[in-house]
């Protein structure tokens, strides 16, 4: 395993290395580029501050209602068929949500459990296997002003359902349950 190690470390700079050089090398402007993308890129961040309050306020209300305990609770006995942990559900509803939220359960669940440990794995494994579906949707496709999203929605949703079950088997073929 120490050569995924060494690959992880020096992967993304060596990407950007690869981009820059080859920007270069297309005689493109790099750090002029960069530097519009960054105005552009705060522009859009400017824009997207109204959607991204109502979606933190909607999680709060998620999380404060009960309704996360209340489907843990109702699902739990076919998880432990599966042999899937209950712990992991929380950040499998949060994930497709919030960014944020997920990271800081993640976070928590490595805290509790360890990053060696199975939920650990399994949970880094599945922050880095889905994407924040609904605030991709909310944010970006309102700051462009497009309403009709439902098959986005659906596709978006599919994509993190089948990123949780990769997840899932992968770390238990990997690292056992």
Excluded at 44 to 58: K, R
Excluded at 115 to 142: E, K
């Amino acid at each position: 395993m120490e050569w995924v190690t060494v690959i992880s470390i020096w992967l993304i700079p060596f990407l950007i290395a690869l981009v820059l050089v080859y920007g270069t090398y297309k005689r493109v402007p790099t750090y002029e580029t960069f530097v519009e993308g960054a105005k552009e890129g705060f522009g859009m961040a400017i824009s997207i501050i109204p959607y991204l309050v109502g979606m933190l306020v909607a999680i709060s209300v998620f999380r404060a209602s009960g309704a996360m305990d209340f489907i843990i609770d109702l699902i739990k006995p076919i998880l432990q068929t599966l042999g899937v942990p209950s712990e992991i559900v929380p950040l499998a509803l949060i994930r497709p949500i919030s960014g944020t939220g997920a990271l800081g359960m993640t976070s928590d669940l490595i805290a509790t459990y360890g990053p060696d440990s199975f939920i650990g794995r399994l949970a880094s494994t599945m922050q880095g296997s889905t994407d924040t579906t609904f605030y991709v949707l909310t944010v970006y496709f309102g700051a462009v002003g497009i309403r009709k999203m439902g098959d986005a929605l659906k596709v978006g949703l599919l994509a993190d359902l089948v990123g949780i079950v990769a997840a899932i088997i992968v770390v238990s073929y990997v690292f056992g349950s």
